[in-house]
């Protein structure tokens, strides 16, 4: 046996050289790059064929084989289960792998297989190579005395053994990538042409033409200095990125967490500064406005902070990757931030540093450089340039770069803050904070020689430009006539839709509080005549607790009923003590309080969806029913009959520094529940959460606000998500909060205004504008945005607005508010139903009464007439059918007539919920793509069937002539995904072909996108590694990105595909390419993970397209069989394919211990 240390200095010897000439490198590329062993490959592990070290496959990094262990445990525990020293050692011995990785390689070189490739830059006068170009810089100055570095750094392809560490390993070698000499020279002259073409074309272009140039960047001039610095948009965007949370890059190591830490730091003074130092950090123009009553303050949410440092981390990022023009004394700093943050100094030096770049970035007079005019020398507006810049080389537009100045803004006044109490604490000179905040006051007011000022000065433009330009329409009417019908970025939806969500929710809403809250208990408060005093600032006062109001004196009433074990509260109370205390059930109070939680859900979207404009979801949220001591005016009012919530405008208590409250009035159904909840279900709500949480912070809850989610506060996600899944069925798009905002503003003004009044002057306001919380201008200019959006009457009395949420309510046929009436009394009343037009004029009311006859006749006619003709169409070829062909077609039409009459007779049964969006997947599905016939279709493929097209294909990825299909179930299952009619549920072991239901037909259809939802990480490294082998093409879903059309196949994180970005992104794609199916592999996740993985619990808003689902699984018994269809809204007819999941190999073994 050769002993280990000779095999490793054979091999050193015979590796470790310099460098090799070119045809080596070629001849050598051309051997097979690995050595695999079955132990390795659990461990990701493969050995490099050349140097015979180990090389891991997920970091493509070399590994020294004693630090192998290390490795495994510090950056893939998960894979510690599979890891054995003794067979580790074992291969060691085999493949004679060498302990220590080489040292001395040099290039040009062709590529270590199985290592990393990095972009770098190249020296004109050695080897070295380099992926920044300020430490080429250094090199060149250290290694080159005297030669004058060139303009730019030839680009080249290196590599390393190790990407961290100190020593020998982290030192770049270039390589160079040999193409396939098989590949004709023509070809590659024509690649290589274009690919330069395309270099061009990604570089900012700056027209000659200034008409062609948009006012704000003409006004900036920022196309300018992104053109002067001649690179790619890519790298542009690349060097002002957000780092990411574990980057590689070591410059900018835990940057977004120490910044946070800095501003953190910063926001802590607040509390303990002179008040007037903070009026005077509030006021930008004081020679113009003077200084400012309201003092600079912190944010009304914690978690804003998080959001507002994001462009101060970009920033830095760019200084940290890149030197600055032009900057001296500024380098020197941000170099000694870099030298901290690589060395991993304590964290407290870091931000000092922090500190002191942001001082010297924000208190420097940034001059033009007088040979370079275009360029902007201050880092600040040039990283904010950066971050406006999109993916296409367009610039972002002004109202999207207010909300980053903003940002810039508060955090700058942060800093001077921190600056002003750093001198004022010095002990030196006798610095008040006065005096401080003297020095440095140029530094952040405008008119100045400041980057603040020069930020305002922008703020200004970009607001003016905001406000006077008019947006383009995301509404457009289909129904011009009735206004029945609108699309909303090309979706269509209409308003007997929208009525019909909405008794879908009033029918949920009663039967959870009557099954699901009260389980059963006929339990109930009557009142009449409340008296509530808006004038009370007693802490604790609400209508509720007013003596006057004596029906609601006795609020244990549903307590005591289930102490007393009645209905279905009898297993609520095990039994008392020897001490004679009570031993409660925690399992049915958390049940109990989790349907709770489902009656505040559908409360809290009525009252935002039917209570007038819509209010904002952070306000409607945090809404108390009760004074408080922080807050002596609650949300929940008593106005006449009226139950109203007084929304707070908190983004005008944040800006103003005063609150503005805006009536809001709640229909007759959710007026009542909340009252009968408020009085009844509270108090045990309250009792409960005690008992099962004994947290203070949760039973204060309980107490105070309004809604209530379980165990927190309702976030506006979570009411997206109730909207979601109720406008999915019938309008077949997630109507969330700002969609809704622009569709409702629509239809409003439709429904109050005839085309002959809504002709007005734009300043004036009405009132509906106003309970939406902006003027009827900006409503015009934003939100709901048609081309036939005009304005209407002015009226601010709070009257209206308690009548404009009514007549919201009377048009979306909800009883509505105002009458004190029993929940089952109001839906028994039924209201004449509005025209969408109020008619001044009394001659106009005749013909529009003869109009609606008209209509109802031909509504009643039209499905006998369908009936009768379909009949007599049908009659010839119904007498050359069988008898049995004839049977099944009579059943069919008997059920077709059933539909008719069920839908002439408007029905009160309930239909089935998928009964719309299996319509829309059909009728979506049923039409060929833009540009494709059924005839050409039938020209193209009619020698196969989709069966065979399928195994073809797979036969071609696997390489495989004899391969037939794993199953009947895989097969069948292939034939309906390809078919593409309904929704699919695909259950088979591992290895049984389940994922080839997602990659074939991104491959047979051209022109459709099929898009897999994948819902581990793990999961989408194993599917690239399959697609890439099998050299299949396909796309990974980026935020801030657009599909490209050019791959069949997305793949999307389960969690990126509950973001409203990737609906946003889908939506477009779909535009431009139909989308055929979204497949989700390992379907039961959701299902088993609601307890840890948040963004997976309302997974039911995954299908943002009406496109069916693929539902892949070897995970899921029939017992979950109703979970599943629940968690994903099958529609009814959903396919089910089942293969048997017992494992042959696997046995179970019973021992009694």
């Keep these: 046996m050769i002993s280990q240390s000779l095999v490793d200095t054979n091999i050193q010897q015979q590796y470790h050289k310099p460098s090799v ?118 090199h060149h100055l250290q290694c080159h005395p005297g030669m004058t570095p060139p303009q730019g750094w030839r680009t080249c392809k290196a590599q390393r053994m190790k990407p961290e560490g100190y020593g020998q390993y982290r030192i770049f070698w270039e390589v160079e990538i040999v193409t396939d000499s098989a590949q004709d020279p023509k070809e590659v002259m024509v690649a290589k042409l274009m690919e330069e073409l395309n270099e061009e074309l990604k570089v900012v272009q700056v027209p000659t033409d200034h008409r062609l140039v948009s006012p704000w960047l003409r006004t900036t001039r920022w196309h300018q200095h992104v053109s002067t610095l001649a690179t790619s948009t890519e790298k542009l965007r690349t060097s002002i990125a957000l780092p990411r949370p574990q980057t590689d890059e070591a410059c900018c190591k835990n940057l977004q967490h120490l ?78 931030l870099e030298d901290l943050i690589e060395e991993d100094r304590e964290p407290s030096c870091i931000i000092q540093q922090i500190h002191v770049v942001l001082i010297k970035l924000w208190t420097t007079h940034w001059r033009k450089v007088s040979d370079r005019p275009q360029h902007i020398s201050d880092p600040t507006e040039a990283a904010l340039a950066l971050l406006t810049l999109n993916e296409d080389g367009s610039f972002k537009e002004p109202k999207d770069v207010t909300k980053i100045i903003a940002k810039l803004e508060y955090c700058m006044r942060l800093t001077f803050l921190k600056e002003i109490r750093a001198r004022a604490n ?23 020689y400041s980057t603040f000022s020069r930020l305002r000065s922008l703020q200004h433009r970009a607001s003016m430009i905001a406000y006077e330009t008019m947006g383009l329409p995301r509404i457009w009417w289909t129904d011009t006539d009735n206004w029945t019908s609108l699309k909303y970025k090309g979706n269509s939806i209409a308003f007997p839709s929208i009525c019909a969500m909405f008794q879908d929710m009033e029918d949920d809403l009663i039967t959870t509080w009557e099954n699901k809250v009260l389980r059963g208990l006929t339990l109930r408060v009557d009142y009449q005549d409340l008296v509530d005093d808006p004038t009370n600032t007693d802490i604790g006062y609400s209508f509720i607790f007013d003596s006057k109001n004596t029906c609601f004196r006795d609020r244990t009433r549903l307590v005591r009923a289930i102490v007393a074990g009645q209905g279905a509260f009898s297993s609520f109370l095990l039994q008392q003590d020897k001490e004679g205390e009570l031993i409660w059930n925690h399992a049915a109070l958390r049940g109990w309080l989790q349907d709770y939680a489902q009656l505040q859900k559908l409360l809290l979207v009525r009252a935002e969806m039917l209570s007038g404009a819509p209010a904002r979801g952070t306000e409607l949220t945090a809404m108390i029913y009760r004074n408080i001591q922080t807050r002596p005016t609650r949300n929940l009012m008593i106005f006449g009959q009226h139950v109203t919530l007084l929304c707070q405008y908190s983004k005008m208590t944040a800006q103003m520094g005063h609150d503005k409250l805006i009536p809001h009035g709640l229909d007759a159904i959710t007026s009542d ?241 998928d009964t719309d969006l299996q319509t829309a997947i059909q009728a979506s599905l049923a039409r060929p793509p833009a540009g494709e016939s059924s005839t050409s279709r039938r020209r193209l493929m009619p020698e196969m069937s989709l069966e065979q097209q399928a195994l073809s294909k797979m036969r071609e990825l696997l390489q495989r002539e004899d391969l037939e299909w794993k199953s009947s179930q895989q097969r069948d299952a292939m034939n309906t995904v390809l078919q593409g009619q309904t929704d699919i549920v695909v259950i088979m072991p591992t290895g049984g072909g389940k994922s080839m239901l997602a990659i074939i037909p991104s491959l047979l259809e051209d022109n459709k996108t099929t898009v897999l939802v994948l819902p581990l990480n793990s999961l989408i490294m194993d599917y690239e590694r399959k697609l890439q082998g099998m050299r299949v093409p396909y796309q990974i879903y980026t935020p801030n990105k657009k599909l490209n059309p050019r791959d069949n196949l997305v793949i999307v994180s389960a969690d990126k595909s509950q973001t409203a970005q990737w609906r946003s992104t889908l939506a477009d794609h779909a535009h431009h390419k139909m989308v055929a199916r979204m497949v989700i592999d390992e379907a039961h996740i959701p299902l088993t993970t609601k307890g840890y993985r948040k963004s997976l619990e309302h997974f039911y808003d995954i299908r943002s397209e009406p496109v069916p689902l693929v539902l892949l699984t070897a995970t899921l018994p029939p017992s979950l069989m109703p979970a599943l269809r629940e968690t994903y809204q099958l529609v009814s007819n959903a396919s089910i394919h089942r293969q048997g999941t017992n494992r042959a190999e696997l046995r179970f073994v019973l021992e009694k211990t």
């Design 673 to 913: 529940v909340l009252i009968q909840d408020l009085v009844l279900a509270r108090p045990f709500a309250q009792l409960a959460v005690k008992i099962c949480f004994q947290d203070q912070g949760i039973t204060q809850l309980y107490k105070d606000l309004l809604f209530v989610n379980f165990d927190r506060k309702f976030t506006s996600e979570d009411l997206s998500a109730v909207m979601s899944k109720y406008s999915l069925p019938h309008v077949h798009y997630a109507l969330t909060i700002n969609p809704w905002r622009h569709i409702q503003t629509a239809w409003r003004r439709k429904l109050k205004c005839a085309v002959e009044h809504i002709v007005e002057i734009d300043e004036t306001e009405d009132v509906e504008a106003l309970q939406a919380g902006h003027t009827r201008r900006t409503e015009n200019r934003i939100y709901g945005l048609s081309a036939e959006s005009l304005v209407g009457a002015a009226e601010d009395v709070l009257p209206l607005f308690l009548q404009a949420s009514t007549s919201w309510q009377e048009h979306c046929k909800v009883p509505p508010g105002g009458r004190s009436l029993p929940y089952n009394q109001a839906r028994t009343v039924k209201e004449p139903t509005r025209g969408m037009h109020k008619s001044t004029t009394t001659y106009a009311s005749k013909p529009t009464m003869v109009e609606d006859i008209v209509n109802k006749v031909v509504e009643r006619l039209t499905p006998m007439l369908t009936e009768l003709m379909q009949a007599i169409t049908n009659a010839p070829r119904q007498a050359r059918l069988s008898h049995r062909q004839r049977e099944k077609q009579r059943r069919t039409d008997s059920t077709a007539s059933e539909d008719i009459r069920k839908e002439e007779t408007d029905s009160a049964e309930e239909k089935e919920e």
């Design 259 to 336: 910044v946070e830490c800095y501003f953190k730091e910063a926001v802590e003074l607040i509390d303990s500064t002179d008040e007037l130092v903070l009026q005077r950090l509030n006021s930008p123009d004081p020679t113009k406005h003077g200084i400012s009553n309201t003092p600079f303050h912190k944010h009304t949410l914690d978690t804003t902070l998080k959001q507002y440092i994001i462009p101060i981390v970009c920033l830095l990022a760019m200084l940290l990757r890149e030197l600055w023009i032009g900057m001296e004394q500024e380098n020197i700093v941000i170099s000694k």
């Design 426 to 448: 010095a002990d030196r000179d006798n610095i008040t904070e006065a005096i401080a905040c003297d020095m440095l006051q140029p530094w952040f007011t405008e008119k100045t």
């Design 21 to 138: 000439n070119h045809a080596t490198s070629i001849t050598t590329a051309t051997k097979e790059p690995f050595i695999h062993d079955a132990f390795l490959t659990k461990l990701n592990l493969v050995v490099n064929a050349e140097f015979h070290i180990l090389i891991c496959q997920l970091c493509k990094e070399g590994i020294p084989t004693p630090t192998t262990r290390s490795h495994i445990v510090n950056k893939h525990p998960e894979l510690c289960s599979a890891f054995s020293q003794v067979q580790l050692d074992d291969v060691i011995r085999k493949l004679q792998l060498v302990a220590s990785l080489p040292t001395a390689i040099s290039g040009p070189r062709s590529i270590v297989h199985g290592l990393a490739i990095y972009e770098a830059l190249a020296c004109d006068q050695c080897s070295m190579v380099l992926t920044k170009s300020r430490k080429l810089k250094a």
